[in-house]
């Protein structure tokens, strides 16, 4: 089955009240193993690489790899950009085949943000490519403010509805009290405020930083809206403390079948995503 744009699994999904879990993907193995078990649960699955991974595997390659691995298995399936830095990254994907793009410049003025989502909506959407953009700016927890909390700003409604109107996005990514990374302590959602973006913008929503984000709280936050669901750090740091581990007690000292265990480990991660955001059977 080809892969498919974001937008055609997002709409579905926010209809239908689940998520599409968005699991990042940094090599051949992951890219497969994410692919696998899905078809097994029947779910359909969002691959994202983003600024962080391509220095290991490019845009050209992740598609690649993306594009040979979806043709053998019968499962619904976009690409992603995850956190475009600029224009240009944007355009290497929508170049390399992405089926959909991010352009994050949460954290520049409003006007600008807007402005270069909609350049970035018409340069992909006449392709059948979607768009997510982000609107108030998500923090991540390893970058935390001498209060303890993290260099984040709430989602403010009535922006979301002015940009969602301003740049045709298909998704849309919130700040509601979620950050990037492993939370040390449980994340204080402001649910409220989610349901007031939801009621404004009427377009699939986006949650950032899924990972260690406590069962019911995702639960809660889709029937708000939320209909993709980004799960990086959890998948990171499973691979990396099953290598580890292996390592440490002398075994599995062949590379290889250290990364077999690992991607075992990291296909439990995965199975257990897409059982709490509802997707297993929705393929």
């Known amino acids: 089955m080809p892969l498919v744009p974001m937008k055609e699994l997002l709409i579905k999904a926010y209809k239908e009240g689940y998520a599409v879990p968005s699991f990042c993907v940094w090599s051949a193995e992951t890219i497969q193993k994410v692919i696998e078990v899905a078809e097994k649960l029947k779910a359909p699955v969002i691959l994202m690489n983003g600024p962080g991974e391509f220095p290991l595997v490019e845009p050209g390659i992740s598609s690649a790899i993306a594009y040979n691995l979806i043709g053998?298995?019968?499962?619904?399936?976009?690409?992603?950009?995850?956190?475009?830095?600029?224009?240009?990254?944007?355009?290497?994907?929508?170049?390399?085949?992405?089926?959909?793009?991010?352009?994050d410049y949460s954290t520049r003025p409003f006007e600008e943000n807007a402005k270069a989502l909609r350049q970035v909506v018409e340069m992909a959407h006449p392709s059948g490519i979607s768009v997510e953009g982000e609107i108030g700016s998500v923090g991540f927890l390893d970058k935390v403010?001498?209060?303890?909390?993290?260099f984040s700003s709430l989602t403010d409604p009535e922006q979301a509805l002015q940009?969602?109107?301003?740049?045709?996005?298909?998704?849309?990514?919130?700040s509601i009290g979620n950050a990037h990374g492993i939370y040390t302590k449980l994340p204080q959602f402001e649910f409220d405020l989610l349901a007031k973006i939801?009621?404004?913008?009427?377009?699939?929503?986006?949650l950032h930083g899924g990972s260690g984000t406590p069962e019911q709280d995702i639960k809660k936050a889709?029937?708000?809206?939320?209909?993709?669901?980004?799960?990086?750090?959890?998948?990171?740091?499973?691979?990396?403390?099953?290598?580890l581990s292996q390592w440490n007690a002398g075994k599995n000292l062949w590379v290889p079948a250290a990364q077999v265990e690992a991607m075992n480990d990291l296909a439990r991660v995965v199975?257990?995503?897409?059982?709490?955001?509802?997707?297993a059977g929705r393929s």
């Open 72 to 103: 053998q298995y019968d499962v619904q399936a976009a690409l992603h950009l995850d956190h475009g830095n600029s224009i240009d990254m944007v355009k290497s994907c929508i170049s390399a085949k992405y089926t959909s793009v991010m352009l």
């Open 145 to 150: 403010t001498k209060e303890g909390g993290y």
């Open 163 to 174: 940009y969602a109107k301003q740049t045709g996005v298909d998704a849309l990514a919130v």
């Open 198 to 206: 939801n009621s404004k913008v009427r377009i699939p929503l986006v």
């Open 222 to 243: 889709i029937s708000l809206g939320i209909a993709k669901v980004n799960v990086a750090s959890e998948l990171l740091k499973v691979v990396r403390e099953s290598l």
């Open 271 to 279: 199975e257990k995503w897409i059982l709490i955001t509802g997707a």
